[in-house]
Each structure stands twice: as structure tokens, then as C-alpha cells.
């Protein structure tokens, strides 16, 4: 808007850098109307003035008398910007640019974009950072969205996706109902995600008490060839536990047995008198044999 007098047209221009150069905005136009309605561009600046002159005579001017500004909202999300590694219940911290931005809503979504869930409806945005605890929501594809409250259409999102990850361990074997022979090499077998080493241990008693097999053996291998000790039950468990953090881990399911083979003659045992042609029971006792094989020596 301005004020003229004995002026027919006028042009206008506006200037970014406080008069150094000028920009048309209009040519001419009605000096009478002292209003021009002007779409304000994008160049962003703190130093912009307006000059309006007569256009038949340029010497007859007017500019600004102070500085305004011209600005373009933005936002900017710096944190987590794509690849971060993000454990369920921990404190994270959401960074983020602004400028000329007063309120933010921030949300995240878990399938890369298709869906998105609401962190906060409103806070600051001048503060730049905001504490998450990381929801139970394990996904490879996560993102942050920051968007202006005044303005939802101006909004920015992570660069790339980030995991939101829960440690975990499952034993696959042995796992119940196995039938482990003392002195013989079985598998142990386990998958562990987010986790660098595990402790191995059994129990003959359902779990009461543990012995260790292995203190700290890789966890991505998710196999152990035990040698089964000599301590025969019917009610033996597997413990395999995160190295640094003993609370998380996995049991077998159910009991599985390890067995000791055995034999014991009854008869004959010694001092009997079996006359040549007669028949005589040769008796004997067996634990976990299926098949046995008799001799007999002079």
C-alpha cells in the first residue's frame, strides 16, 4: 500500500538485500488504487524492501522505511534419520530443525509410511528435541514424521527407515520329550536376535538348579554340540541366556531325559552247579537298552 498524489501509474519492486538490487513486481499499475495484491515468492529474507516510482518519472520514489521480512516455513528431521538401531522401552531423543514453525506434531509409522501413529499432538517446536520411550512396536521399516500444527501440509519425515528392535532368545532344541544318551554329542540349538553372546547352562531338576555348559558362546551361531554329562533324569531343561543380561532368556518348553545304559546279571552270579543238558534261565536287568548280545565263557 501507499500513498500518491498527481500520479498517474506507478511501478512497484522489492529488493532481498535492503536495496542493493530491485525485483519487479509490477510495471504499472493504477497509482490511484493505492493497493497492489502481491503473491509473495520464494526468496526468503530478513533484508527485503519495497520501492514504488512514478512510472513516467523514475526519479519520483519511494522505499521502505525499514526492513521486512520475507520467509518460508520449514522443518527438518535430523534424528533418527534412517538406520538407527532403536530398543523397545528405551529413552530415545527426536531432534529436528525449524524455522518459522511455533507448534509440531510428531508421529511414527512401523510399515514405512502406509500408516502412521501419534507420538505427541503438540509440543514446541523452538526446543529441537523431544524424549521417546520406544513403544513395542518391532519393525525394520520405522520413520518419524514432524509436521506443523498451524500448517499439517508442511511436515518433514526421517530420510530413510530405522529398526525398532526387542531382544530376544528362543531355544529350539532340545526342546521336550529328547532322549539324550550320557557321553554322546547333541545339539543345542537356539535363535537370538539382538544379541552378541549367550551363556549356556542345564538343570536335571525342572529347573530348580542350573549348571553352566557354556559361559559365553556366540549367539548368531544358534548351535552348541554338547557332550552330555553322566547325570541321568527324566526332568532335564535347557537355559540359554543373553551374556549382559542374564533376565533375558529361554527354557525348554518341557522336560527332556538324559539316560545311562545299563545292564545287571541276575543269574547265574556265581557258584551255581548247571549240569551239562539241563536248561537254566539266565536272567538280567537293563535300563535304556533295546537289544542285548549273551556269551558264555569256560
Known amino acids: 500500500t501507499w500513498n500518491s498524489n498527481n500520479i498517474s501509474n506507478v511501478k512497484i519492486e522489492y529488493s532481498t538485500n535492503n536495496g542493493t538490487d530491485w525485483a519487479v513486481i509490477v510495471e504499472s499499475t493504477n497509482a490511484a488504487t493505492q493497493t497492489y495484491n502481491w503473491?509473495?515468492?520464494?526468496?526468503?529474507?530478513t533484508t527485503c524492501k519495497v520501492k514504488i516510482s512514478d512510472v513516467l518519472e523514475p526519479e519520483m520514489t519511494d522505499?521502505?522505511?525499514?526492513?521486512?521480512?520475507?520467509?518460508?516455513?520449514?522443518?527438518?528431521?535430523t534424528e533418527p534419520a534412517g538406520?538407527?538401531?532403536?530398543?523397545?522401552?528405551?529413552?530415545?531423543?527426536?531432534?529436528?530443525?525449524?524455522?518459522?514453525?511455533?507448534?509440531?506434531?510428531?508421529?511414527?509409522?512401523?510399515?514405512?509410511?502406509i500408516d502412521w501413529s501419534i507420538i505427541t499432538a503438540v509440543t514446541s517446536a523452538y526446543s529441537g528435541s523431544y524424549s521417546w520411550i520406544v513403544p513395542n512396536t518391532v519393525s525394520t521399516e520405522?520413520?518419524?514424521k514432524i509436521s506443523d500444527i498451524s500448517e499439517l501440509t508442511l511436515y518433514a519425515l526421517s530420510d530413510s527407515t530405522f529398526e525398532i528392535y526387542k531382544p530376544s532368545i528362543t531355544v529350539t532344541n532340545p526342546n521336550g520329550g529328547e532322549l539324550y544318551k550320557s557321553g554322546s554329542s547333541q545339539p543345542i540349538n537356539w535363535i537370538a536376535n539382538h544379541i552378541a553372546n549367550v551363556k549356556l547352562e542345564y538343570s536335571t531338576d525342572n529347573g530348580v538348579n542350573w549348571l553352566i555348559i557354556a559361559a559365553s558362546t556366540p549367539a548368531a551361531t544358534g548351535l552348541y554340540n554338547w557332550l552330555v554329562p553322566?547325570?541321568?533324569?527324566?526332568?532335564?531343561?535347557?537355559r540359554v541366556s543373553d551374556v549382559?543380561?542374564?533376565?533375558?532368556?529361554?527354557?525348554?518348553?518341557?522336560?527332556?531325559?538324559?539316560?545311562?545304559?545299563g545292564i545287571s546279571l541276575i543269574s547265574p552270579n556265581g557258584n551255581e552247579l548247571w549240569r551239562v543238558g539241563t536248561q537254566h534261565a539266565i536272567t538280567w536287568t537293563s535300563i535304556n537298552i533295546a537289544n542285548i548280545k549273551i556269551q558264555y565263557t569256560t
Open 230 to 238: 553322566p547325570t541321568p533324569s527324566s526332568v532335564c531343561k535347557v
Open 83 to 113: 538406520g538407527e538401531n532403536w530398543r523397545v522401552g528405551t529413552s530415545q531423543i527426536i531432534r529436528w530443525t525449524s524455522n518459522n514453525v511455533t507448534n509440531i506434531k510428531i508421529e511414527y509409522t512401523t510399515n514405512n509410511g
Open 142 to 144: 520405522c520413520k518419524i
Open 244 to 261: 549382559n543380561e542374564s533376565t533375558m532368556n529361554d527354557v525348554s518348553d518341557a522336560p527332556f531325559t538324559i539316560f545311562q545304559p
Open 63 to 77: 522505499t521502505s522505511n525499514n526492513k521486512f521480512t520475507i520467509y518460508q516455513p520449514s522443518i527438518t528431521v
Open 39 to 45: 503473491l509473495i515468492p520464494n526468496t526468503p529474507s
